[in-house]
T-cell receptor
Framework: KNEVEQSPQNLTAQEGEFITINCSYS?????LHWLQQHPGGGIVSLFM???GKKKHGRLIATINIQEKHSSLHITASHPRDSAVYIC???????????FGKGITLSVRP | NAGVMQNPRHLVRRRGQEARLRCSPM?????VYWYRQLPEEGLKFMVY????????ESGMPKERFSAEFPKEGPSILRIQQVVRGDSAAYFC??????????FGPGTRLTVL
């Protein structure tokens, strides 16, 4: 079993829909990152959180430390949100990131 | 404040050659991380460095791979005698202390 599991694996949505991407982890962490990667592109760090909730524009990230679960929500989705969304957890004293496999999101116009 | 810079963005090598990948962290960042993304696979940690020190290299292959982060200049990931299986995207990230890691654009290595 992977230390970081993401669901669903692939996701297709219609423009304007509210989208939720989930991440579960099985290890103790100091923080969790949500990352975005466009095809063939670089990686953008969307959020780093260790508790509660963060919001940036149309993106909201939440984390429940007790349940070892985080969600990334996208409100009013747009085709430009189409990308791979990766959950990564920060573990250990050496700030090492362990990554989920990523969710491929396609938003149709 | 420029972001994390990596060069080259694309690198083609023949089997047996050496590949040198460079990473310049964000200004003020003294922590550098290297990650590898193999085709159709997720990102994997390779090595964590601070200035002049390797802190954690538990993700580095035992042979042919080395990394450094000298007092002056960029961090270098060096792959000797490359093989086709080394073809991947190599990402560098930097941070200040235990803070958000900012990723570079990656170097896409192709081994012919």
């Amino acid at each position: 079993k992977n230390e970081v599991e993401q669901s669903p694996q692939n996701l297709t949505a219609q423009e304007g829909e509210f989208i939720t991407i989930n991440c579960s982890y099985s290890v103790g962490i100091s923080a969790l990152h949500w990352l975005q990667q466009h095809p063939g592109g670089g990686i953008v760090s969307l959020f780093m959180l260790s508790s509660g909730k963060k919001k940036h524009g149309r993106l909201i990230a939440t984390i429940n430390i007790q349940e070892k679960h985080s969600s990334l929500h996208i409100t009013a989705s747009h085709p430009r949100d189409s990308a791979v969304y990766i959950c990564a957890v920060l573990t250990g004293a050496n700030s090492k990131l362990t990554f989920g496999k990523g969710i491929t999101l396609s938003v149709r116009p | 404040n420029a972001g994390v810079m990596q060069n080259p963005r694309h690198l083609v090598r023949r089997r047996g050659q050496e590949a040198r990948l460079r990473c310049s962290p964000m200004k003020g960042h003294s922590h550098v991380y290297w990650y590898r993304q193999l085709p159709e696979e997720g990102l994997k940690f390779m090595v964590y460095l601070q200035k002049e020190n390797i802190i954690d290299e538990s993700g580095m292959p035992k042979e042919r791979f080395s990394a450094e982060f000298p007092k002056e200049g960029p961090s270098i990931l060096r792959i000797q005698q490359v093989v086709r299986g080394d073809s991947a995207a190599y990402f560098c990230a930097s941070s200040s202390e235990a803070d958000t890691q900012y990723f570079g654009p990656g170097t896409r290595l192709t081994v012919l």
